[in-house]
């Protein structure tokens, strides 16, 4: 699908120019957020930009504003900015997140957003992300037969050896081991629905 941005708009917004600030504002689909033309957020593929006249109509489409340039002078409540960052990690848990790309996606500073997610959630965005891949891993060993090394990957833990450390110290087991004490509960599960049938 090709972009019917204006060779003017997208030039203004990729290279920041305030110029066109309040002549239009633009949003990037993937993300959800609309900035000013001047902000100093990473510049989007093109493909996922939409134009728009005003912040308003910005708003009416369910885009939010964003953290950094706050375009119109609207900002997003701490808690609001917070949840849809973690439903974003839910979907997106297995990428090779760190603090600055996960600020780069909401348009905040890092340190703002280490310390307003710890505020909200209770914990560190990066142990939110250690919980998620955690748990989908101990999903995916209970229901598949999938190798370690190949659901550490899925869960965004390329290296098996770290992967199996890191499980072992926060599940009191090594993955090998937490599969086989929840394969043999099920096993005994299954061998009663046997036998009462």
């Known amino acids: 699908m090709k972009s019917r941005i204006p060779d003017t708009y997208w030039k203004a917004i990729i290279e920041n120019d305030s110029a066109y600030d309040n002549t239009f504002f633009y949003a990037v689909r993937t993300t959800g957020i609309f900035c000013r033309p001047s902000c100093k957020s990473r510049p989007p593929n093109k493909e996922n930009v939409r134009i728009f006249k005003n912040a308003k109509l910005a708003q009416l489409e369910h885009f939010r504003p964003c953290k950094r340039c706050k375009p119109n002078g609207l900002r997003l409540p701490d808690e609001e900015w917070i949840e849809q960052l973690a439903e974003w990690i839910d979907e997106n ?85 937490y599969r086989k004490i929840h394969r043999i509960g099920k096993v005994e599960e299954e061998n009663l629905d046997d036998t009462n049938e």
């Open 93 to 177: 848990y297995s990428e090779p997140l760190t603090l600055d790309s996960l600020a780069e996606v909401c348009h905040g500073s890092p340190y703002h957003l280490q310390r307003t997610f710890k505020r909200i959630k209770g914990i560190s965005p990066m142990k939110y992300i250690q919980q998620i891949r955690l748990a989908k891993a101990a999903h995916y060993l209970k229901i598949t037969d999938e190798s370690v090394t190949n659901i550490g990957s899925a869960v965004g833990y390329p290296n098996t050896a770290y992967f199996v450390t890191l499980f072992k110290e926060v599940m009191a087991k090594t993955p090998r081991d």
